[in-house]
């Protein structure tokens, strides 16, 4: 079964930036788009981008200008380029196809902005 592995999150002071990965163990990129959500504590877990085959991507407002999502299928990698980081993007960061699906939840990677 195809795992997906993210890595990449820590603590950076505000307006710092952080590049998270996401790595598949199988070959599912060039079957399916991706998609980085996070869950912050008390929060439901929402999309923060996402990224089609054909390499159409969408953001959640919050996040537009400062995050960045790509791919690269023959690695089977995914990555989210965050910069001009706020406190209010602390979270877990998970990646998953998109839309999701339960079978490909990891245990993500923990971003904290704190200064």
């Known amino acids: 079964q195809v795992q997906l592995v993210e890595s990449g999150g820590g603590l950076v002071q505000p307006g710092g930036s952080l590049r998270l990965s996401c790595a598949a163990s199988?070959?599912?990129?060039?079957?399916?788009?991706m998609g980085w959500y996070r869950q912050a504590p008390g929060k439901q877990r929402e999309l923060v981008a996402g990224?089609?085959?054909?390499?159409?991507?969408n953001y959640v407002d919050s996040v537009k200008g400062r995050f960045t999502i790509s791919r690269e299928n023959a690695k089977n990698t995914a990555y989210l380029q965050m910069n001009s980081l706020k406190p209010e993007d602390t979270a877990v960061y998970y990646c998953?196809?998109?839309?999701?699906?339960?079978?490909?939840w990891g245990q993500g990677t923990q971003v904290t902005v704190s200064s």
């Open positions: 199988g070959s599912i990129f060039s079957i399916y788009g």
């Open positions: 990224i089609s085959r054909g390499n159409s991507t």
């Open positions: 998953n196809v998109y839309p999701p699906l339960s079978r490909y």
